[in-house]
């Protein structure tokens, strides 16, 4: 199993003057600075290596699989878990047939579930195909993260919590500056920080 991104967020969890007016910083000077700092807490956090393994911010991922689970009978045994939840819709299906030809999955022989997190694909009654034996013969496109609010559609409509837990994040780097590398948060999370963050946190293998 693999995952790549596709198309990456296009806004961030909180806006530059969010930023600013949580760090008391009335002057433009450090602007630049600020951002970049929005940027890396946010990349601590999420992803498949973030400390929560979810996103934040609408995107699009591809999950990669070489061949549908068929271990068991049972139903949830046969599902296909999407990682990086919140999962907000799949995009596209596909699988290389036992031929090796690309087919799209018929959407009346799976269901999705986006309610659970991580987000489920569970097969029909008949059980999912049989695919090209090779590598790579089920690719899933999805969507993923917290839906823009209309209101403010530079921003992710992100969790209270996780944007509280963001924003102690960005004011002690802020504040203790010499804790970062170029382009490295090297820095631990804050106490108050990881507690708010621990109860959204995604457990899962990515074997």
Do not use: C
């Not at 995952?3 to 969010?18: C, K, M, N, V």
């Not at 699009?60 to 045994?77: G, H, R």
């Not at 991580?118 to 008949?126: D, K, N, T």
């Amino acid at each position: 199993m693999s995952l790549r991104l596709i198309t990456p967020a296009t806004s961030l969890p909180f806006t530059l003057e969010e930023a600013k007016k949580h760090l008391r910083v009335t002057t433009d000077d450090d602007d630049a600075y600020i951002e970049a700092l929005i940027g890396a807490v946010t990349s601590y956090v999420e992803g498949p290596d973030g400390f929560l393994a979810r996103v934040l911010v609408n995107q699009t991922w591809e999950l990669v699989l070489d061949s549908f689970p068929t271990l068991n009978v049972v139903p949830i045994d046969r599902a296909i878990m999407l990682p990086l939840p919140p999962l907000i819709e799949v995009v596209s299906f596909v699988y290389d047939d036992a031929s090796g030809n690309e087919l799209p999955m018929p959407v009346s022989d799976f269901t999705v579930d986006n309610i659970s997190q991580p987000g489920w694909i569970l097969p029909g009654s008949a059980g999912w195909p049989v695919t090209f034996n090779g590598i790579n013969a089920v690719r899933i496109k999805y969507r993923a993260g917290y839906v823009d609010d209309s209101s403010s559609p530079s921003v992710g409509k992100v969790p209270g919590d996780i944007k509280a837990a963001l924003l102690l994040h960005l004011g002690s780097l802020y504040e203790h500056r010499e804790d970062i590398i170029t382009g490295t948060i090297v820095s631990k999370l804050p106490w108050g920080a990881e507690q708010l963050l621990r109860q959204k946190r995604i457990q899962m293998s990515m074997a």
